[in-house]
């Protein structure tokens, strides 16, 4: 059996399991429907007030908010189990996937299917297509293959710095801290246009944690907002570039993280 | 009284041995800060006039809102999820104390722990990097502090009877998304209420979030002041009181139907 095969039994295991819990599943649902709508609201209550931040109207913000979300939900509905590695390593618990004749990698992945997180597919759809339908757009057939670019881009982006981030478990043996400090940057990315904050801000969110090739800079060239003045205009390109120099990163890391783990016993 | 104490003092000192988490903390808090001062400064810029408020009242409006989520937020909601999904909720009730007392002090604790030990830091921050304004005068601050205590004991006893729910669906997680979202919604933690469309203000008049933070903060920057914020604490009382009562009541009908799991 080869490693997607794999992945995808493993993930069907893990739905079967998941179903045994309907009730929990539909209020889960709802929840994150009702944050999203609730967060954009806030957002819409804003720049309906003002007419724009800075230079994005109302649906641009939309946009940028759901080509964000709808990225995300890709890393959330197949790899969310990534942020569980820690607890494997605290526990000693990851042994298990060394002692197995398969990629450790494919069965920690495969571990979880988050159903709630089709929630987050359907905002980002949602939002895109009012979007689109909004600002008026025409895309061509280019456009619409960038677009999709993007938004498998935006879900690998996430995986490879969450993984980043769950890997530097392997040395120090905790990694949350710096999930969290790190979800506060996806937050203010997710919402807001990087323009808006200032230069030390986008230097992180551009070269050290690329969270904004996942909706700022792919925006821009699907806004039409691209300003080919400005020296960074190329950057509105290569969001696929950096999700797949990111996986290289990320799988050199992981291999020297396997020869490094030493379990913790128990 | 003096159980109250040493059940807020144990939360106190169960928090301050974390010293990592304090960092985190109050990284979580910058970053906030951080984010509401850009947005602000931007939509200020842009139409000076819109707000009826100067760009310091609505920045520390803004900071206000995310400095008091750390001193507000003490989740009893949380550890009576915990305690029922563990099951360890019933050594809680063999305790010879009353629960809602119980939970009331343990949260006071990590108040007071926000308050002291986090607060103080983060305020700093505000002043020395994002213009957060001291307070002006004398009545203004002994208005917004009782204010504030009044915020706590709204907003405990909000999370207070979601804990009460969460006895009869046995998880949290799932709901707890939409209450936060409710939560910062409603209560102007993050955008005022003045900014709100008609509708929504009006329906936002109807419900307790506002004695949250809409009310101390306001007071804070004096959008509301002399009668107005007097009428603005009586409005606290009132929710402050119905929510007593409202817990105290489900708390006793939910207690009946308690399960515990494992053991």
Redesign the interface.
Known sequence: MNGVQLYFRLIHISLLSRMQYQANFIVGILGLLFWNVINLGLIGVLVTQFTSLKDWTLWEVVFLYSLWIFGYSLYGVFFSHTSELENYLIEGTFDQFLLRPASPLIQLLGREFQLNELANVFIGLTGISLAYTRLDLHWDGWKWGFFIASVVSGGIIVLAINLLIACTGFWTGRSRGTSFIVSQFYYLVQQYPIDIFGMGFRLIVTGLLPVAFMNYYPALFLLDKVNHASPSWWLSYISPLVAFLLVGIVSVVWQLALIRYSSSGS | MKIFWAFARQVFHGNAIYR??FW?RL??VY??M??VY??WK??YT??PG?FGISLEQMVTYALLGMILDIVLDVGPEWYIANQVRTGAIDTDLMKPLDFHFHMLARSAGEMLFGLGILALPACAIGYFLFDLQPPGDAITSLLFATSVILSFFVFFHIGFLLGTLTVI?L?I??????Y???I??FSGQ??PLW???DL?RKISNFLPFQAIYYIPISIYIKTLNGREALQALALQVFWAIILVFVSRWSWSRVHTRLTVQGG
């Open positions: 990592f988490e985190m990284f979580w970053m906030l951080y984010g850009w947005v931007t939509l842009q139409t819109a669906t998880d997680r799932s709901i707890a998304w939409a936060y979202a409710l910062s919604f993050i955008v900014l709100f469309p929504l």
